[in-house]
């Protein structure tokens, strides 16, 4: 057995392959249901239909975005925090926004059965919540993600994620920042034909990115301009880190038509595999690691240093009922996986790139 | 809205009470099962059966220990760690024991419903176990923990919980090791009343169970040697942290007998009202910090600041069948909780101190 390191947390994992040979007597969960409906009139995010805020949805044909009825962080400020009564005892007020952002006016599909041009469309929204939030007065980080599946959270299959952005860099991207800065600074010869960070410093994630592309046995999918990998330091036992490798790009900001259009294309790839690995409408989070906001100057900033990547999490493990279970030990003590990264890797690199209910079509 | 800091972690938690009153339209789980036969031909740890290894267990009348079949960690080493080929890709082995500590013959109980004097049992079993694997060589930490609840990944409802030993500190245990750490060498006159840790130096653990005693507010139980409380940075929507606060303990081996009689007695209670807060079976992690192995000499080392205490990690947010999910928000940003810690904690309170199973008896 072995531990693994993560340099962009400062984390361990261990790896026990051998653990995926004993039987599983546990909880078992819902299949996910794939008949559902184009449209369903319950649905507070298909088009036409009222939310539970008493606001109407439009009639939208492509992607929408509107605030939540319930969000977690509010502008301006609820309740105050607590006065600070002792160092054991600390607080700091947070606020900002929650958005919603709905990928597709149809209630049926995913990530996984919209084309690449309904995928730059939402590409497009990223950027524009990012923009529109990380220019807001106070707010220090747009966090954009998805919870994909009753499994992970998700409360309505219909296809959509959320955007959250706050008056504080929150903790995981901060600690990467910080990681980034760290390994800035530091010479690594190794590595110099990766490609240059900001001010031709190193940056972790493209010194990271050239090695997999070079090495290939955790690579998942290689575009023109992107790498998916199940990375070296990966929990989940499918976990994707998906990233661009030929330059160095701090946030979506700065994607060419052309970067855009192919993460359209992986992005589309990667939800394809995952599908196909258990036939099933397999769950997951996503999030995207960026640039906190946009630069507010022409120069470069400290924050440069930050390189655009998409972390997908999904948590089955054996089929499309059996998950894995990050409890007791891994909460108590530290995370640990039951196969390793490559054979994840390989296992998805083996399935198909065409969906299962596409097939023979 | 505010965020609040884990010292001990040095890790934060977004509060966010309105959300709990958004409508719930997510999954649901399925509620745990009340009517288990006392003994189950078919549990591998019900006295006298067979296990997957092909072994019998005796018919033990009380707690039982066994070698976990499929472990996570083995002595001797298994594969190889891989070798250290790049800075970025750093791996080192890692090697231990998985023993299980099955808590009492009857399948159908468990913590919540057996008596202080079969909990002292367990307690029994834990030192054992710690004095045991952490005199073995190479082991330099003994994770005690349970898996309580489908829900929570355990697949055998035995009631059982288990122990595993590692030849390295794991993540978690050890940031909070650096923190007491250095936390004792701070000067905190504010605390002056509270009792001293090892060499006079101030115990974060014992500073903070000093300050929450004479709060009350997040106090779930109290007795005369201990303190079960919803901790200030509390993430999961009932989590406890139990631990002594009259003087400083490093882990279970230096208890007198009297508090190892009051620990049983305040682990039965927070069993019991944590079931009748939702009159289910409760699901829970449960994992016991402490000084990393027995003291190899008599004189005090540096990590007799560790303060030995319990972490309770309950899923459950607004009955026994909705859960909260730390997903795409809290695993690619920061833990959001949607109640606060002081309302969770009056709740808790609020329980009855019978198990709604013996109401009436
Ligand atoms: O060993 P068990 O109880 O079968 O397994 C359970 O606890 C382990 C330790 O927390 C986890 O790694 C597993 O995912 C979980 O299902
Ligand atoms: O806002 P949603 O999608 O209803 O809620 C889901 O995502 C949130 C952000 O990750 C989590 O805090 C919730 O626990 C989860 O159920």
Redesign the interface.
Known sequence: ?????N?LLG??V??????M???????TE?PQKVELPQYDEKCYLCPGNER?GGIRNEKYTSTMVFEN??????SP??????EPI??????????GNCDVVIFHPRHDLTLARLSSSDIERVIEEWKAIYVKRGNQEGIK?V?I???KG???????PHPHG?A?S?S?V????STELTNLKEYAQRS?E??SEAPAGPNGKHC?LC??AH?EAGQGERVVLLNEDWIALVP?WAVWPFEILLLPYKRHIPSLLELTKEESASLARILSGIAVKYDNLFRTSFAY???I?QRPVPPKSNSVGEDDIAHLHF?F?PPLLRSATVRK?L???E????P?RDLTAEQAAQRLRDCADVHYLEEGK
């Open positions: 057995m072995f531990r693994k390191d340099p984390e361990y261990i790896v026990s392959p051998h653990r040979k004993r039987p599983w007597q546990g909880q819902q539970s009825d319930f969000p977690a962080v509010l400020p609820g309740p105050k925090s607590p002792h160092p054991l005892l600390r607080s700091e007020p947070i606020q980080y966090q993600f998805e919870n009753a499994m992970m959270g998700c409360s309505n959320q959250w706050l504080q929150p903790q995981v991207p690594t190794e590595l972790l010194d990271y090695l070296w989070s996503m999030g690691h972390h999490d279970f409890v007791g030990f909460l108590m003590s530290e640990q």
